[in-house]
């Protein structure tokens, strides 16, 4: 008899309407690897380094993962944790597939984050106690902080990833 191992609760996918297009118009090669990273990500395999701001930019709370041999691709992402236990993984954000070359890809990040974070429609599935926590709070979040918390003037597209497979 085989050992199952206990399932952790399915990881939720959203992403920026415009990042969903991104990764079609990515070269096939980069869009397969993208979505082979978003399969990893939703499962916790990987995580992409932490980005920063940098002069105009401010990418603090995005992730970014290269996307092909030679570096050219980026995919930008946040993640939503929960709250008090920063090791459980609520959900991914999606945020801008592309180039890296003249640093393309952060811009067009950076620009969907702060779209995001001047927001303040609370997303839908967002318990009460958390809108009032936001509504409350004294300080403003970084644009990745503030897009786990809200959304922007089109509602994100939202996909719940099925359990792992049990293997028996």
């Given at each position: 008899?085989?050992?199952?191992?206990?399932?952790s609760?399915p990881?939720?996918?959203?992403?920026?309407?415009?990042a969903?297009?991104?990764?079609?118009?990515?070269?096939?090669?980069?869009?397969?690897?993208?979505?082979?990273?978003?399969?990893?990500?939703?499962?916790?395999?990987?995580?992409?380094?932490?980005?920063?701001?940098q002069?105009?930019?401010?990418?603090?709370?995005?992730?970014?993962?290269?996307?092909?041999?030679?570096?050219?691709?980026?995919?930008?992402?946040?993640?939503?944790?929960?709250?008090?236990n920063?090791?459980?993984?609520?959900?991914?954000?999606?945020?801008?597939?592309?180039?890296?070359?003249?640093?393309?890809?952060?811009?067009?990040a950076?620009?969907?984050?702060?779209?995001?974070?001047?927001?303040?429609?609370?997303?839908?599935?967002?318990?009460?106690?958390?809108?009032?926590?936001?509504?409350?709070?004294?300080?403003?979040?970084?644009?990745?902080?503030?897009?786990?918390?809200?959304?922007?003037?089109?509602?994100?597209?939202?996909?719940?990833?099925?359990?792992?497979?049990?293997?028996?």
């Open positions: 008899m085989s050992e199952q191992r206990p399932s609760p990881v939720g996918f959203s992403a920026h309407p415009e969903l297009a991104d990764l079609l118009d990515a070269p096939a090669d980069v869009r397969d690897l993208a979505l082979e990273y978003l399969d990893r990500l939703l499962r916790a395999e990987v995580r992409g380094p932490l980005l920063d701001q002069d105009d930019r401010d990418l603090r709370g995005a992730r970014k993962l290269y996307l092909d041999d030679r570096n050219a691709f980026r995919l930008v992402y946040t993640e939503q944790r929960a709250p008090g920063p090791r459980r993984l609520l959900g991914i954000h999606l945020v801008a597939v592309g180039r890296r070359y003249n640093i393309e890809v952060y811009k067009t950076a620009e969907r984050l702060k779209q995001a974070a001047t927001q303040e429609v609370p997303r839908p599935s967002m318990p009460a106690r958390f809108q009032a926590a936001l509504a409350s709070s004294v300080s403003r979040p970084s644009p990745a902080q503030a897009t786990a918390t809200t959304t922007g003037a089109a509602p994100p597209t939202v996909v719940a990833a099925p359990p792992p497979a049990v293997r028996r």
